[in-house]
C-alpha cells in the first residue's frame, strides 16, 4: 500500500513552459486534492474532485488545470508556467470530505522552480 | 468561508515541558478538526481527526480538544521529546463537501 504518491519530486521550469505534476493513490478514495505550499502563506487548495470526471476550484486556480478520469489519478497540469508558480505542491486524497469527513492523506510533495 | 488560525507561529520548549499548542476558526458549524505534523522538507501526517460530536480525540501523548462554541481547538503535547519538533498545522473544512482550510501552522522546537 502505497498511499499517495506524487512525481516528480523536484522540477526544474523556465517562464512560459508547461508540465504536468501528477499524482496518484491506491486507496481506493474518492476525494482528492492539490495543495500549493509557501512560506507565510501556508497551504492553499488549487482544485479538488470528490469522485472520476468531477473537478472544482479552490481557493487559488488560476494558471492551473485538472482532470479526473480515474479514482487512481488526479494530474495538476501547470498551461504557462510563471515565476509566481515557484512553490512546492501537495496531493492529497481523502475517503469523504463534509459530514463523514475522513482522515486526510498527503504525498511527499513536488518542489518547482520557475525560472 | 472558513478561517483558521494558529498562534504562536513558533515554541520553543525543553525536553520534558507539557505544551499546548492552539488553533482558532471562523466557522463554528464544521463537521470535523484535523491535526497534522509536517517535519521539514515532508508532506503531512494526520495526527488526530475529530468529528463535530466529539469533544476530544487522544493518541499516545497528543490529546485535541474541539469547543465549537468558541471556535477553538487545542492539541496538548505531554512529556514533549526531541523528536517532537515539527510543524503542527491545524484544518478545518469549508461548508458542504469541500476539502481542508489549514492554518499557517506553528514551528515546535523541544530542545534536550
Known amino acids: 500500500n502505497a498511499g499517495v504518491t506524487q512525481t516528480p519530486k523536484f522540477q526544474v521550469l523556465k517562464t512560459g513552459q508547461s508540465m504536468t505534476l501528477q499524482c496518484a493513490q491506491d486507496?481506493?478514495?474518492?476525494?482528492m486534492s492539490w495543495y500549493r505550499q509557501d512560506p507565510g502563506m501556508g497551504l492553499r487548495l488549487i482544485h479538488y474532485?470528490?469522485?472520476?470526471?468531477?473537478?472544482d476550484q479552490g481557493e487559488v486556480p488560476n494558471g492551473y488545470n485538472v482532470s479526473r478520469s480515474t479514482t487512481e489519478d488526479f494530474p495538476l497540469r501547470l498551461l504557462s508556467a510563471a515565476p509566481s508558480q515557484t512553490s512546492v505542491y501537495f496531493c492529497?486524497?481523502?475517503?469523504?470530505?463534509?459530514?463523514?469527513?475522513?482522515?486526510?492523506?498527503f504525498g511527499p510533495g513536488t518542489r518547482l522552480l520557475v525560472l | 468561508k472558513q478561517e483558521v488560525t494558529q498562534i504562536p507561529a513558533a515554541l520553543s520548549v525543553p525536553e520534558g515541558e507539557n505544551l499546548v499548542l492552539n488553533c482558532s476558526f471562523t466557522d463554528s458549524a464544521i463537521y470535523n478538526l484535523q491535526w497534522f505534523r509536517q517535519d521539514p522538507g515532508k508532506g503531512l501526517t494526520s495526527l488526530l481527526l475529530?468529528?463535530?460530536?466529539?469533544r476530544e480525540q487522544t493518541s499516545g501523548r497528543l490529546n485535541a480538544s474541539l469547543d465549537k462554541s468558541s471556535g477553538r481547538s487545542t492539541l496538548y503535547i505531554a512529556a514533549s521529546q526531541p523528536g517532537d519538533s515539527a510543524t503542527y498545522l491545524c484544518?478545518?473544512?469549508?461548508?458542504?463537501?469541500?476539502?481542508?482550510?489549514f492554518g499557517k501552522g506553528t514551528r515546535l522546537s523541544v530542545i534536550a
Open positions: 484544518a478545518a473544512p469549508n461548508s458542504g463537501n469541500t476539502p481542508l482550510v
Open positions: 474532485s470528490v469522485g472520476a470526471g468531477i473537478t
Open positions: 475529530i468529528q463535530s460530536s466529539q
Open positions: 486507496m481506493n478514495h474518492e476525494y
Open positions: 492529497a486524497s481523502s475517503g469523504s470530505y463534509g459530514p463523514l469527513g475522513e482522515t486526510q492523506y
